[in-house]
């Protein structure tokens, strides 16, 4: 398979158009000042230009934003459609589970409907004779069914104990040969498992975790890999570091930012997801209008991780925890916050026009660092595959590489 191909037709394009997709809207607009790439003066000014009607439209139908940058940025658009057309060349026609697998209708009882279809899709690709190692395992839901579809002996790497227990519970009362390890795959293996052949599996694995998997691979006798990658921003480097020959000497640097952008792309979930991140974003926005005011600084202060829980109280209690969270002392009361909670709404319109600009890069990135993998073991001496192995109605993460080492191939 040709992935050096597609690698250089992305690289060239989020090189070209590298001030667009590291351009911050949230961050720039809030303290009110507009300011964007001065090279795409125009492409920004038809945003601002834009009808709420018109960026609902666009928010929603990718090709309505497509009309926009026919006329402006017609160079952005052909390169574009090319890369979503070498996206959809990876989609499979059979993305089912195996004909000849049957399962008891009991056998995914527990397991959300969406997932379940996942986990079939992912296990009609995985075709190995040797016991498998699946990482990140869970309660074993995947590594169940691979032990039925594949006939094999299935280790499960896991580092929630509790887990675990769970899972070899179902695996014992199923009477499928799994063992699990409570682990941490960060860590060396166990000794046991480092010298026992094996395929290994990982879905949607986040970050540094479907890296381990691939560099364990790499560094160790394993005949091939099935892997999703998921969540390519958790990862401890504030620059991304390739792995493939070819990617080291891109050119191309992506920050932590650039990462997270590749999984923004939210295309599951109903209306009441949606609805709780439009909330958390208008009130983080409100939060960043009042913060500028009470500490006399006009910058942007980062603001961790929210519990929802915290969206269920009103617009004061989460500031109030937000400033707790970054060691700034809260308004008195004489200060209206909700006066800032309506700014806000004013502020993400205009956020949310410049935030279509990020829409042709999203997928492009995230095309970028699984090609980067897929190199990477080219590189050392795997045959690969890339696949999209369900619809990205089903999860927006549908990557998988699968890749044998060549018979005569030995470990670094």
């Given at each position: 398979m040709d992935l050096h191909t597609p690698f250089q037709l992305i690289n060239g394009y989020l090189i070209r158009y590298q001030p667009l997709f590291q351009y911050r809207p949230f961050r720039s607009l809030a303290s009110g000042r507009v300011s964007y790439p001065d090279a795409f003066d125009a492409l920004f000014k038809s945003l601002q230009r834009m009808t709420v009607q018109q960026l609902q439209c666009?928010?929603?139908?990718?090709?309505?934003?497509?009309?926009?940058?026919?006329?402006?940025?017609?160079?952005?658009?052909?390169?574009?459609?090319?890369?979503?057309q070498f996206d959809q060349s990876l989609r499979q026609d059979d993305c089912e589970s195996p004909a000849n697998l049957t399962v008891d209708r009991f056998f995914h009882t527990g397991i959300p409907g969406r997932k379940w279809q996942q986990i079939k899709a992912f296990a009609a690709q995985v075709d190995t004779v040797e016991p498998i190692l699946d990482w990140c395992s869970g309660k074993g839901h995947l590594?169940?069914?691979l032990a039925v579809?594949?006939?094999?002996?299935?280790d499960c790497l896991e580092f929630d104990q509790g887990l675990c227990d769970a899972g070899a519970k179902m695996a014992m009362d199923q009477e499928l040969p799994l063992s699990f390890h409570c682990h941490d795959v960060l860590k060396p293996l166990p000794a046991a498992l480092h010298q026992k052949a094996h395929y290994s599996t990982a879905l949607h694995a986040?970050?540094?975790?479907?890296?381990?998997?691939?560099?364990?691979?790499?560094?160790?006798s394993i005949s091939g890999l099935s892997v999703s990658p998921c969540c390519y921003h958790k990862v401890p480097e504030q620059v991304y570091m390739p792995l493939s020959a070819i990617g080291k000497n891109s050119g191309l640097q992506l920050t932590r930012d650039d990462l997270a952008l590749s999984v923004a792309e939210t295309v599951t979930g109903g209306n009441r997801d949606r609805l709780a991140r439009e909330k958390e974003r208008l009130w983080r926005l409100g939060f960043d209008l009042l913060q500028r005011q009470v500490r006399g600084v006009d910058e942007y202060l980062a603001v961790p991780s929210v519990p929802k829980s915290r969206l269920a109280g009103d617009f004061q209690s989460f500031c109030d925890w937000c400033f707790t969270k970054k060691g700034v002392a809260a308004p008195s009361s004489s200060i209206a916050v909700e006066r800032y909670l309506e700014q806000a709404q004013t502020v993400l319109i205009d956020i949310r026009k410049f935030e279509l600009i990020h829409q042709p890069f999203k997928r492009a990135i995230e095309l970028w660092l699984i090609l980067d993998r897929c190199l990477y073991l080219q590189d050392n001496g795997f045959k690969v595959g890339l696949t999209a192995f369900c619809d990205r109605q089903l999860t927006p993460r549908n990557l998988l590489i699968n890749a044998q080492r060549h018979q005569h191939s030995p470990a670094i």
């Open positions: 666009c928010e929603s139908n990718p090709k309505a934003f497509d009309a926009l940058l026919a006329d402006i940025e017609p160079g952005l658009l052909d390169l574009y459609i090319q890369i979503r590594a169940r069914l579809s594949q006939q094999v002996e299935v986040c970050g540094n975790l479907h890296l381990a998997v691939i560099q364990h691979a790499v560094k160790h």
